[in-house]
């Protein structure tokens, strides 16, 4: 019942005009972002992150969250017709564009649309009636525990996301590095300023999120010098009942996969995808069919990378940990508007919790009417030419870079990590760990200083708690197990491999 409740606030607040307004804006938007290849939820949020500054708190939220989980609806678009994926659709090009070699374009775009409006269903009873458990059971936490918990979600995003510990700690530890810039509030001395008065501050979280994501994914498109034309196909939009009925068991698999793995640290989308696809070709009634352009291929990979995108929001307003390099940025905005995810969040701003959480349902009931019925208007966004689009986002960015502090020394940051994240592009690295440690190492440094406050400076309380005991001792054993890997791998072939090569490679493809 109490479940009920906090649900019938939350509507009372997603069903505003204003809160509806900014929902439809960031389904619309997300939609379009997950259909222009080369652009995707990272960029865009990045890029219109400085524009939560002026947009009240809740309605900024409800529009960053719907950017994010539109474009989960929009890449499959592409990947369908074109065989143009995202991160996010991979696997949606090999069932997908199957059926649109055949002439089931509309099949395959009705599957993927209902597929992702019941994953997202799932996902967001599942968020309500987890995100509150955890975020009592992080009442717990102590500051030993937090930076505990701290490095946990340092080890494994960076592992996941890059393939590499060593890579990933190391992009970790540069975001520690910038994040200890500007004036320490204990001692009110500078660090790391160079003698710079606009470093006084601190760099901008906007500018390392805009060059690092933004500019830098904008430079290798236009980088790749690739040119694509677009889709002319005919699209028959509805299915027959037989063809309906095989959809719902697929989705639903898909959802309770994707549901599962977006909760775990350094899930998401993206692996979601690649596990709903295994399981449906081993248990589906037609997986003898699956590769071949099957509705089952695609409806439990849609349904689990749309369920992956929503609980993907548990470990960050639970706990306030992000799980992404998304969550990262919705982090960011959360702290734009002075608020702490975690569970002071759900206990202390219960409305906008849950009016965030309302409105996910509010914005699956706006991306099935955008991305069912109106698709073939959708499609002719690819028609808009690369040197009018890329251009115009670049100024976009320059502007709302300016517009954060109104100095000119914000857009010259900007740039400046905008070559830094093209240079992480063209190197393999991930930027996504370089965020978390940029926007974690202060509350890091901040939960490390009161632990050895309260311990009167003995390290012993990091191990004699129970809890901060047994996340570090899970990641000592989560580096012992890299490091027998390592060893292994270097026995049988002369060189190291990484672990999660394989579904590297696969993605790749």
């Not at 639970?318 to 002075?338: D, Q």
Request: net charge neutral; hydrophobic share 50%; aromatic share 10%.
């Amino acid at each position: 019942m109490e479940v009920l409740h906090n649900l019938a606030l939350g509507f009372g607040v997603a069903l505003t005009w204003q809160n509806l307004l900014y929902c439809a804006i960031g389904c619309t938007v997300g939609t379009l972002v997950g259909l222009l290849p080369g652009l995707g939820p990272l960029a865009t949020i990045s890029i219109l992150l400085p524009l939560t500054y002026s947009i009240p708190t809740g309605g900024a939220l409800i529009m960053l969250a719907g950017i994010y989980y539109g474009a989960q609806y929009g890449d499959s678009v592409s990947a369908i017709t074109m065989k143009i994926p995202h991160a996010s659709s991979i696997v949606a090009c090999i069932d997908g564009y199957a059926m649109t070699l055949k002439g089931k374009t509309g099949l395959a775009l009705f599957t993927a649309g209902v597929s992702s409006f019941i994953g997202g269903t799932v996902a967001i009873v599942v968020l309500s009636l987890l995100a509150p458990t955890l975020g009592e059971v992080a009442f717990l936490f102590g500051p030993a525990d937090y930076c505990a918990l701290m490095l946990v979600g340092f080890v494994c995003v960076s592992f996941v996301t890059t393939g590499s510990l060593v890579n990933g700690m190391a992009m970790c530890m540069i975001g520690v590095l910038l994040g200890s810039i500007g004036t320490d509030v204990n001692s009110g001395m500078q660090r790391f300023t160079l003698d710079l008065p606009f470093l006084a501050d601190g760099v901008g979280l906007v500018s390392i999120a805009l060059g690092c994501f933004g500019i830098a994914e904008i430079t290798k498109n236009l980088d790749s010098g690739e040119e694509r034309s677009p889709f002319n196909g005919a699209i028959k939009l509805m299915p027959t009942w037989p063809e309906f009925k095989r959809i719902i068991p697929s989705a639903l698999r898909g959802s309770a996969v994707g549901s599962f793995l977006g909760i775990l640290p350094g899930g998401g989308p993206t692996i979601a995808q690649f596990a709903a696809y295994a399981i449906d070709k081993k248990v589906s009634k037609y997986k003898h069919e699956i590769g071949t352009g099957c509705i089952e291929g695609v409806a439990g990979q849609a349904a689990a990378d749309e369920a992956a995108a929503r609980t993907s929001f548990i470990p960050l307003m639970s706990i306030g940990i992000p799980e992404n390099a998304v969550m990262a940025l919705m982090m960011a905005a959360f702290v734009i508007k002075g608020i702490q995810p975690g569970p002071n969040m759900i206990a202390g701003h219960p409305d906008l919790f849950w009016g965030l959480v309302a409105s996910m349902w509010v914005g699956n009931c706006f991306l099935i009417t955008l991305n069912v019925p109106l698709v073939r208007y959708w499609l002719s966004v690819f028609k808009i030419p690369y040197a009018v689009l890329f251009p115009s986002i670049l100024f976009f960015c320059c502007i709302g870079t300016y517009s954060v502090n109104n100095n000119l020394d914000d857009v010259f940051i900007t740039a400046l990590f905008g070559f830094m994240g093209y240079m992480f592009l063209r190197l393999d690295l991930d930027a996504a760990p370089l965020m978390l440690g940029f926007i974690l190492g202060p509350m890091l440094e901040e939960n490390f200083r009161r632990a050895m406050l309260l311990s009167r400076g003995s390290f012993g309380a990091f191990m004699t708690r129970p809890i901060s005991g047994t996340l570090l001792g899970l990641i000592a054993v989560f580096i012992v197990w890299q490091l027998v890997a390592f060893f292994l791998q270097v026995r049988r072939k002369g060189k190291f491999v990484p672990v999660v090569e394989p579904v590297l490679a696969h993605q790749a493809e």
